[in-house]
């Protein structure tokens, strides 16, 4: 968390990894319109900071067109998982980029439809040839223009010729499922142009992104990483006192707690204020503070300027317990791994504390400046994904209604009468173009409840939902508390008119311990019948977390045979009575 | 002064400091290519607190040149 590293630090830093063993792996291809060196370097230090090996590709300066269009390239050669196509407005514009008024204005909206179609083109091409993700950015807008202020009367002038370009392009490319567009001018705008782009830089080399900001880049191009290889965290867990409200409940007691419209509470408002729009986005909040339970949740409940409330928390540890030790027990009741976590706390101490008993869980240093939580919140990149799901935005009721049934539960006295007053009811789906980037998004993010832990991109589910010889289903889970929406996903490969093999078995932690898997297997087994196959191959592959899994095809009836198991399609299955099935 | 130059050079060049001297160009150091000779500027600058023109930056053909261009920036070298 240096606050700032030299492009020649990551440089240094990148020469040292080589050799080193990482979790996980990427392979990142990056082609430009102009010098671009350095940037892979940054990124291999970020990805290893994040246990991935980063293997770069850097494209010729300004080859992109070859690298592109000849389909033996030597970029195409290194098969990248991900590509940042990294364009400039002087460079599409050429001498238009100092003269566009050498053009009418009919003429320039033409030149800006051909560099449109131009772009989509090669966009197109690339898709063609490479399962690589595509990210390409979006065009600066340069301040300055021959006609100053005259711009903002001028009918489709030079600054409306880029706003055009990029709003076309977004458009265009929202029909390209593996290809995203990041959004450079915004970049521009958030360090400004005189910060990004440095004259001497571009004289000397050609380079447009100017070297101090080179690592600024590399950190927003790190989201994509995030969301490709499905690491994003999925829930922050705040401390209380002086960092949801300043002061100290304990001491201060209600009324002189700091939060509200004056400063300094209104920089902890800020705060709760972004805290909740993440929470409405798919986040899940969480608590773990050293407090009076009583004087914790009178303020969460009776402040009258406290954003978040108690039905925005799916848990709290208000308690007066080891932090670590309540970090674990919010994982569990979560069903969540530590991995997934973002902790927030004002005391240094606590977080030192946090990072060497959980170093997986995210501990981000906060200033003792509570005017800069709300800055610090909204830099991290960490829970970035690549499409927000209709289940991303109901997750925090998902888990209200979670805690609702854990309730239901502790009152039931056995776990069959529980299972019975919960109404289940499974919905069965083949794979189509609304749940595939569902489908996708559960192979990259489940852990526990996964047999084979196989991660899938959107165009692998899309590609297989076409092959006739695999069957790619879901299945959307609902109950008397609420819908959980799509949670299970099924893979079967059917090559074999014999023997199906399951390529891929999985439930979302949320929808465990249910018995819906077998209901889900069971139409698996009848599409089988329906095909007069003669048995189900399936395989568990352990990790570190699927452990809940593990007993699984047994409890089926399948039979271990070496390394695999099998289960005779004579044999008759039992599926749980009171889980309703539909198959839509 | 002219220690931290030369570790400075050494660091962006990725070479042991004991192989900068004055006379070293990137004809003698592999490592010196054009583009990190902009880093190295860059770096130069930081360090430093200095500016340099597009003239100053284009002259430099060794160690020395920068040397002389850092004294002319105020940048005192006792040796």
Not at chain 1, 24 to 29: D, S, T
Not at chain 1, 269 to 284: N, P, T, V
Not at chain 1, 297 to 323: G, Q, T
Not at chain 2, 15 to 34: F, L, M, Q, Y
Request: glycine fraction near 4%; hydrophobic fraction near 35%; charged fraction near 25%.
């Amino acid at each position: 968390m240096n606050s700032k590293q030299s492009l020649s630090d990551f440089i240094s830093k990148s020469r040292k990894l080589r050799g080193k063993k990482f979790g996980k792996k990427i392979k990142i291809g990056i082609l430009s319109s102009f010098t671009i060196n350095g940037l892979s370097e940054v990124l291999q230090v970020k990805c290893a900071e994040k246990n991935i090996e980063c293997i770069t590709y850097v494209g010729g300066y300004n080859q992109y067109n070859q690298e592109i269009l000849n389909n033996k390239s030597n970029f195409y050669k290194f098969s990248p998982n991900i590509t940042f196509l990294i364009l400039d407005t002087r460079s599409l514009l050429g001498e238009f980029f100092y003269n566009p008024y050498s053009l009418s204005a009919s003429e320039r909206k033409d030149f800006v439809n051909d560099k449109v179609k131009e772009i989509l083109n090669l966009v197109d091409t690339f898709c063609k040839n490479t399962e690589s993700k595509l990210v390409l950015t979006n065009f600066a807008l340069p301040v300055y223009s021959p006609y100053g202020i005259a711009e903002s009367k001028t009918d489709y002038g030079f600054h409306d010729m880029i706003v055009d370009l990029n709003s076309k392009l977004k458009e265009s490319l929202k029909e390209f499922n593996s290809v995203y567009l990041f959004d450079f001018l915004l970049f521009v705008l958030k360090y400004g142009e005189k910060h990004v782009f440095d004259f001497q830089n571009f004289f000397f080399g050609d380079i447009k992104i100017s070297l101090d900001f080179i690592p600024n880049f590399a950190t927003e191009l790190m989201s994509y990483v995030i969301g490709v290889l499905g690491i994003s965290k999925k829930c922050i867990v705040l401390d209380l006192d002086n960092t949801l409200w300043g002061g100290i409940i304990g001491e201060d007691g209600l009324e002189g707690i700091q939060l509200g419209p004056q400063p300094p509470g209104n920089s902890y408002m800020e705060f709760q204020k972004i805290l909740k729009s993440l929470s409405a986005r798919g986040i899940i909040l969480a608590i773990n503070s050293k407090n009076n339970l009583e004087d914790a949740l009178n303020v969460i409940s009776k402040h009258p300027h406290m954003i978040l409330r108690e039905k925005d928390f799916a848990c709290m540890k208000i308690n007066w317990n080891d932090k670590v030790q309540n970090m674990k027990e919010i994982a569990f009741e979560l069903n969540i791994g530590d991995d997934s976590m973002v902790f927030f706390d004002d005391d240094p101490v606590n977080r030192e504390y946090m990072r060497m008993n959980l170093p997986d869980v995210y501990t981000p240093d906060l200033p003792s400046d509570s005017s800069q939580y709300a800055e610090i919140l909204q830099s991290i990149n960490e829970f970035s994904v690549l499409k927000i799901t209709k289940e991303d935005s109901h997750r925090s009721q998902m888990y209200l209604q979670q805690k609702k049934r854990k309730e239901l539960e502790k009152t039931s006295s056995n776990l069959d009468e529980f299972l019975k007053t919960l109404n289940l009811h499974v919905t069965i789906q083949k794979s189509n173009n609304f749940n595939i980037p569902r489908i996708s998004q559960l192979t990259l993010k489940t852990n526990q409840f996964n047999l084979t832990t196989k991660r899938y991109q959107e165009e692998d589910i899309r590609k297989f939902s076409n092959d006739s010889k695999m069957l790619v289903g879901c299945a959307q889970i609902e109950d008397k508390f609420g819908d959980n929406g799509i949670t299970g996903v099924f893979v079967v490969e059917k090559n074999n008119p014999d023997e199906w093999i399951l390529d891929t078995f999985l439930l979302s932690c949320r929808v465990m311990g249910r018995e819906v898997e077998k209901s889900i297997l069971n139409y698996v087994i009848s599409e089988a019948r329906k095909s007069d196959v003669a048995r189900i191959k399936a395989q568990y592959i352990p990790t570190k977390k699927n452990k809940p899994i593990e007993e699984f095809l047994p409890s089926c009836g399948f039979v271990k045979k070496k390394d695999h198991w099998i289960y005779n399609l004579d044999k008759p299955f039992k599926v749980p009575e009171f889980i309703k099935v539909d198959v839509r | 002064m002219t220690e931290k130059l030369y570790n400075l050079i050494a660091k962006v060049l990725n070479v042991p400091a004991s192989e900068i001297n004055d006379e070293s160009t990137p004809e003698s150091i592999e490592s010196w290519t054009s583009f990190n000779g902009y880093v190295l500027l860059y770096e130069l600058e930081t360090s430093f607190n200095v500016k340099f023109s597009i003239d100053e930056a284009m002259d430099v053909k060794n160690v020395a040149d920068i040397k002389r261009h850092l004294n002319n920036h105020g940048v005192v070298f006792d040796d």
